[in-house]
């Protein structure tokens, strides 16, 4: 017996997006295309798009809506096809209803306007912010959300790989295998500290992650309290509790200033600063 046809949504209904969704209906594929004008909706039903793609007829498996629940209601595949400048807004808005099962592809090319970034880091920051949201909100329920916590960390993941890793990560790595700490709980414990760390050097960046763990404004200053009190959760907030001691705090801190993720870190600390700062969370 033959699998079911996918079904895809694709958000956007330009020239490409329709041109995509026609090229997956030829290869198999059940396509809705979300339109933001109704007009164009209503032409794609009709196996047209007038306005974006003149002349050609479209397959009877594509269709159209200008609702975003009825375009990703059971999509196992989601492909972004917007204009760049509306990325942002977009994704914000369509975050909750892709299904953490869906795979996610973005056609998207450009830099957006304000930022200098790219539409990989646009979506690798959104995809982190979500992530900060299912963790924030998951791990402090009764019982904890399980699947949305594994959902948060795998979005986290993605978003690191995606964008690098920085000072927290290099500090990390170099107490687990110089020291001896546990990973998990080396990184729990350390976090609060980074993120006060970067809520100067990065305020916009830290104010969102913020409001994405439950601030009501996006405060870069809340940040770290927010963060302490998810990962006080795991019953260790000290190093020492992880069995470092201050005579091991040096040497630590001179191998992070020269390990290679520490130039990725905006505005970099001192070595004495760094020192400062592992002894706060001792």
Sequence with gaps: MAEPAARIAVLGAGSWGTAFGKLLCDAGSRVTVLARRPEIATQLCEHRNEAYLPGVTLPDRLTGTCEPEEALADAQVVVLAVPAQRLRENLVGWASLIDKRATVVSLIKGIEVGTDRRMSEVVAELTALRGAELIGAGLPAHPIAGDEVALGALLAGFASASTGIAIHHATCQTLVRGVGTPHAETNAVLLPHFAALMAERAPAQL????????????????????????????????????????????????????????????EPPSEGELLGLLRAAL
């Design 207 to 266: 104010g969102a992650f913020a409001r994405a763990l439950g601030s009501a404004e996006p405060d870069p200053a809340a940040a770290a309290g927010l963060v302490a009190a998810l990962t006080a959760l795991t019953g260790r907030t000290r190093l020492s509790e992880l069995g470092v001691s201050d005579d091991q705090l040096p040497p630590v801190a001179d191998a992070v200033v020269h390990h290679p993720l520490y130039g990725n870190t905006p």
